[in-house]
């Protein structure tokens, strides 16, 4: 009985230091496990709010450029680029991605310069088709005009139909860059019937300077009220068109075929020497000036001569009668002009079929661009005009290259969703060029015009953003590799921490029940089955240790790898390999 | 294994790869009844193979309630639950599963095999006596066994 007595000590206090070994191995193996799963947790969750973040931003700006655009027929010319300049420089922003893999400088050198060049050409599609959707108007417009008994009261839509002109002018003037190359961009728009205008050279203080005469333009404008605006500009149009406007005139003509033909015609002071020689009355009042309009017959024409008064600056003042001569004056000339181009009627259509034709491959080619240039509206510098053609060219031959990639189907669309409330459209292009995959983002958003007159299909616009996010994309998608590898982990950490419970389990168990057993027969006196059953408990305990170092082994090897899986994550792990670890720990255990 | 086989007497089967587990069972339960015959088994694809063939000449051999262990090494209680289920001989005996597992996963598995119930090793001889008092008044007391065998 005493030495019965004293086994039960013996294996009670046996008992006693296995339990507390065990609460304490369990103890700090659990704490390893939460930290482990917090930090994991953590470095996702932080990752994803970033990138939703920037996706928000974007969505943002987007947004605001679009409300300025569709406010901007109520806005005059400084409004309208105070409002338009701030979410662009904010979307610009969008594009460093804070958690982006940083670039080295020569890549970004390259990266900047293939920007501009897709600037370019992105504004020069933006200016076609804000010129395509803008001719109805003007159209309207000036018709409009001309026919209202109370010019007055159509002031008001008049000027609404300069501000866009204005950041048209504007916008082609940044793109060209160059007084020539603007010229022919007019040129070609007028004889393509893009808009109705007309252009000239002169020669200013030993400069060449080409002008545009448009028809709506007359906008008392002058060197001190652009001065903002002409900032390191010196060849875009805005400096062009820094001469001193003093009265304009509509002169609407109508051909033998019943044609009508309507040409804007802006007098301007050109240069000192031209104001003294036309206008040298300024003492006129201003309430003298009354609008006129006359009609005269001439070799079968019928010319509407109308006097805008809008176009009147204050300043020069011309009576009716003496805007009549002028505007005579100037029909004359155009007579002229037109008789020394009898063919230009025949030349004009034959153009107009040629230029159409080859602004339609253009505007297709650009919208194939529109997949490969990042957004961005400022000004080039002049050493990029010097290149422009050149880039121009390249810009074509690559814009070809995307838009057959497309029509073949090597670029494909990979994603597209659509928020009603804002009614963006994103797009991703996955054009793979010289083996790399490339990634684009287009957001479109569909903005109505403020007009009543046109069909259905003119009656909206598309403003469209588009972005190279290559980077983001690939950055993204190896994040969420990184996701799903750290959710493999948080599975494998579970099964790992079933199997280690179960495991201490069962021994536990066992000696638990034995010990009871084993007491119960001491209690009762009964010595039949106690060698066995401590024996068995003896086994049970010897099993407990062996599991307890499996464990601490187990428990040290997964820590050697997951220094190398947690702590380098651009180390490429064979995946195969992986798994099989894995699955051996998450199933081997489970089976004993 | 002593087959005390009388035919008056239920017969109740242990399945389990643990000595100790199958001595525990043991002694809880025949300290619960005496009516009982109980045959433990450690190794369940044996088992499973006798089973078919006592089946096929002796339906006496059937037994009235097995317990099955699920963590084993040749044949997993799962794999034997669902052979056991999926042979038309055996398919209607009462399977209990008898693990130290209580992981859902587990759990609901068995229950969609057709096991009949589901008990979780008790940590302690009391419990276990409990438990299998509690069992066997259900299975060969309150409820009406099949007349297969």
């Known amino acids: 009985m005493q030495t019965r007595g004293g086994n039960l000590v013996v294996a009670t206090l046996f008992l006693a230091i296995l339990c507390f070994t065990f609460a304490v191995a ?62 662009i420089r904010d979307l610009k922003t969008v594009q460093s991605i804070a958690w982006a893999p940083k670039v080295s400088k020569h890549q970004l050198t390259a990266w900047i310069n293939s920007q501009k060049a897709a600037k370019q050409t992105l504004m020069i599609y933006q200016v076609t088709r804000a010129l395509r959707d803008l001719e109805p108007l003007y159209y309207q417009a000036s018709g409009d005009w001309l026919n209202s ?12 139909m300069v501000a866009p002109i204005l950041y048209i002018e504007d916008e082609m003037g940044k793109v060209l860059n160059s007084a020539k190359h603007f010229r022919e961009a007019i040129e070609q728009a007028a004889i393509s019937g893009e808009i109705t205008a007309s252009s000239s050279e002169i020669n200013h203080k030993d400069k060449s300077i080409s002008l545009l005469f448009s028809p709506i333009y007359s ?32 002169i609407e003509s109508r051909f033998a075929q019943n044609k009508s033909h309507r040409l804007g015609i802006t007098v301007s002071e050109l240069s000192e020497k031209t104001e003294t020689v036309l206008f040298s009355n300024n003492e006129m009042p201003f309430g003298h000036y009354i609008n006129s309009t006359e009609e005269v017959k001439f070799f079968g024409n019928t010319w509407r001569i109308t006097v805008h008064r809008e176009a009147l600056s204050s300043a020069i003042i011309l009576p009716p009668a003496l805007a009549t001569i002028v505007g005579l004056m100037m029909m004359a000339v155009l007579l002229i002009w037109h008789a020394s181009n009898r063919r230009f009627g025949q030349e004009l259509h034959a153009k ?78 996955n054009t793979t060029t010289s083996g790399q995959t490339k990634y684009f983002e287009l957001i479109s958003k569909e903005i109505a015009k403020e007009t009543e007159d046109c069909s ?120 195969s390999s992986d798994n099989e670890i894995r699955k051996d720990d998450a199933h081997g255990k489970r089976h004993k | 294994m002593p087959m005390e086989n009388a035919t008056n007497k239920k017969l109740i089967m242990l399945v389990d790869d643990s000595e100790e587990d199958t001595f525990l069972f043991r002694h809880a339960a025949n300290k619960v009844r005496d009516d009982i015959v109980i045959s433990t088994h450690l190794d369940a694809t044996a088992l499973l193979e006798k089973l078919k063939t006592e089946r096929a000449s002796d339906a006496t051999h059937t037994p009235d309630l097995i317990f099955i262990d699920i963590n084993m090494p040749s044949m997993d209680g799962m794999a034997f639950l669902q052979a056991l289920k999926s042979d038309e001989n055996l398919n209607n005996v009462p399977a209990l599963m008898f693990s130290t597992s209580a992981y859902r996963k587990d759990i609901d598995f068995c229950y969609h095999h057709g096991a009949s119930g589901y008990l979780v090793k008790p940590s302690s001889n009391r419990d276990l006596v409990n438990k299998l008092n509690h069992v066997f008044d259900y299975w060969i007391d309150t409820v009406e066994a099949t007349q297969t065998h």
Not at chain 1, 149 to 160: A, L, N
Not at chain 1, 222 to 235: A, E, I, Q, V
Not at chain 1, 364 to 384: H, K, Q
Not at chain 1, 561 to 569: I, L, M, S, T
Request: net charge negative.
């Open chain 1, 26 to 87: 369990f103890l700090l193996y659990n704490e390893q496990l939460k930290q482990e799963k917090t930090t994991t947790d953590i470095i996702s969750r932080a990752a994803m709010h970033n990138l939703q973040h920037d996706i928000f931003e974007l969505e943002r700006y987007v947004s605001r450029i679009s409300q300025v655009y569709q406010a901007s027929p109520t806005m005059d010319r400084k409004t309208f680029w105070r409002s338009m300049r701030q979410p």
């Open chain 1, 456 to 575: 259905e299909d003119q009656k909206f616009g598309k403003i469209i953003v588009c972005s190279d996010v290559t980077e983001r994309e690939l950055s993204k998608q190896k994040l969420e590799s990184y996701v799903r590898e750290l959710e493999q982990m948080h599975q494998e950490l579970e099964d790992f921490t079933y199997s280690v419970t179960h495991d201490m389990q069962e021994p536990l168990r066992r000696i638990a029940s034995f010990a009871e057993i084993l007491s119960d027969q001491i209690a009762e006196d009964d010595a039949t089955q106690s060698t066995e059953i401590s024996e068995k408990l003896a086994l049970s305990a010897t099993d407990l240790r062996n599991r307890f170092s499996r464990i601490v082994t187990e428990i040290d090897s997964r820590n050697e790898r997951k220094k190398v899986n947690v702590h380098a994550p651009d180390t490429k792990v064979d995946p």
């Open chain 1, 149 to 160: 008994p109370q010019p007055d009261s159509d002031v008001s839509y008049i000027q609404s």
């Open chain 1, 352 to 429: 107009l079929e040629e230029q159409r034709l080859e602004i339609s491959n253009k505007t297709s080619l650009l919208e194939a661009v529109l997949a490969a240039a990042p957004v961005g509206i400022e000004y080039i510098d002049e050493n990029d005009a010097v290149q422009l053609q050149n880039n121009l060219s390249a810009i074509s031959l690559s814009s070809a290259s995307a838009h057959t990639a497309i029509a073949d189907g090597f670029a494909t669309p990979i994603g597209k969703t659509h928020h009603n409330e804002h009614k963006l459209e994103h797009y991703r292009l």
């Open chain 1, 219 to 250: 906008e008392q404008l002058s060197l001190g009220d652009r001065k903002d605006l002409r900032r390191d500009r010196k060849k875009s149009i805005a400096g062009v068109l820094s001469f001193k406007v003093d009265a304009g005139l509509l």
